[in-house]
């Protein structure tokens, strides 16, 4: 089945300072890579997401870029602001089978 | 327009006895999806309802179970709790099948196990 791998496992920045998340896929089948915020208390949130057929895409300070070759994904955070501190996870499925399959979280921190 | 709801928010079983939580998605949205989240393995999924029938499942024991309504409200069953399944239960609602369409998760059900 799928694997992905997540790291950091922790990552603390400056205000204003941007992020990087890198997460890799073990199975070339899969085809879809959503990104999730979880805060405390909650559920996970949708971000971003980017399918096979995409190496980039932006949302704001929010961008994501895929490399099908190497199996990587990166989610990437500019200008950070202290509401930017959550566990944010990485995600994997491919669409034939429609199992999200998670990385193991960053817990990002936003010192301001 | 109103989330994904989670019923209840919190639970304290006993071991081997049984428990059912529901999740009822966003107006609209057809599939339903089940996870279980805890410390040690992480996010994993448990299986995906889409107009009634069980559409895909994890690689979780016969002991969890779902099903899903004709008003795509759907309910997860644990029979034979052990302590392992103290968890964060979190359902996901999409408008088409899983990966289709975004999913969007309720804030869970808590489940202690004593």
């Known amino acids: 089945g799928e694997n992905v791998e997540q790291h950091p496992s922790t990552l603390s920045v400056q205000e204003g300072d941007s992020a990087v998340i890198k997460c890799t896929y073990s199975?070339?089948?899969?085809?879809?890579f959503p990104w999730y915020k979880q805060e405390l208390g909650k559920g996970p949130q949708l971000i971003i997401d980017?399918?096979?057929?995409?190496g980039e895409k932006k949302d704001q300070r929010i961008a994501v870029t895929l490399n099908k070759t190497a199996k990587h994904f990166s989610l990437h955070i500019t200008e950070t602001q202290p509401e930017d501190s959550a566990v944010y996870f990485c995600a994997a499925m491919d669409t034939g089978r429609r199992a999200l399959t998670f990385g193991s979280g960053t817990r990002l921190q936003v010192q301001p | 327009k109103a989330g994904v709801t989670q019923t209840p928010r919190y639970l304290i079983k006993t071991r081997g006895q049984q428990v059912t939580l529901s999740c009822s998605p966003i107006?609209?949205?057809?599939?339903v999806s089940w996870y279980q989240q805890t410390p040690g393995q992480g996010l994993q999924f448990l299986f995906e309802?889409?107009?009634?029938?069980?559409?895909n499942k994890g690689n979780f024991p016969g002991r969890f179970s779902g099903r899903q309504f004709s008003n795509s409200r759907s309910e997860m069953n644990v029979s034979t709790l052990e302590l392992g399944d103290s968890a964060l239960y979190l359902c996901?609602?999409?408008?088409?099948?899983?990966?289709?369409?975004?999913?969007?998760f309720g804030q869970g059900t808590r489940l202690t196990v004593v």
């Open positions: 107006s609209g949205h057809r599939s």
């Open positions: 309802y889409f107009s009634e029938t069980q559409r």
């Open positions: 996901a609602s999409s408008l088409f099948l899983a990966g289709e369409s975004e999913a969007f």
């Open positions: 980017i399918r096979s057929n995409v």
């Open positions: 199975d070339s089948a899969s085809n879809y």
